[in-house]
């Protein structure tokens, strides 16, 4: 059973940086494509990027440039690299397969001050 737990949120300044773990990405992310997703207050939640078994990535046009997946080779895990934070970046941050087929995880919050 496959349990999605993130971290890594917190309060940050426009302008910083952040760097989300999935530590079940490890066991899903060899067969998987694996996504972050976002949810701001009012709003649906969205994907913001994506990364295939073989690699390949993609992303939401709001975060081209700022946001990137690296895999951790160690551990196969892919994490949430978010760098150049805005306001609008603000919202709980969901891991899971993509398309998501597993029960989401309480997300973490990342909420970014203007």
């Known amino acids: 059973q496959v349990q999605l737990v993130e971290s890594g949120g917190g309060l940050v300044q426009t302008g910083g940086s952040l760097r989300l773990p999935c530590p079940a990405s490890?066991?899903?992310?060899?067969?998987?494509?694996m996504g972050w997703y976002r949810q701001a207050p009012g709003k649906l939640r969205d994907l913001v990027a994506r990364?295939?078994?073989?690699?390949?990535?993609n992303y939401a046009d709001s975060v081209k440039g700022r946001f990137t997946i690296p895999r951790d080779n160690a551990k196969n895990t892919v994490d949430l690299q978010m760098n150049s934070l805005k306001p609008e970046d603000t919202a709980v941050y969901f891991c899971?397969?993509?398309?998501?087929?597993?029960?989401w995880g309480q997300g973490t919050q990342v909420t970014v001050s203007s």
């Open positions: 899971n397969t993509w398309p998501a087929v597993y029960a």
């Open positions: 990364i295939d078994s073989g690699g390949s990535t």
């Open positions: 490890g066991r899903l992310s060899s067969r998987n494509a």
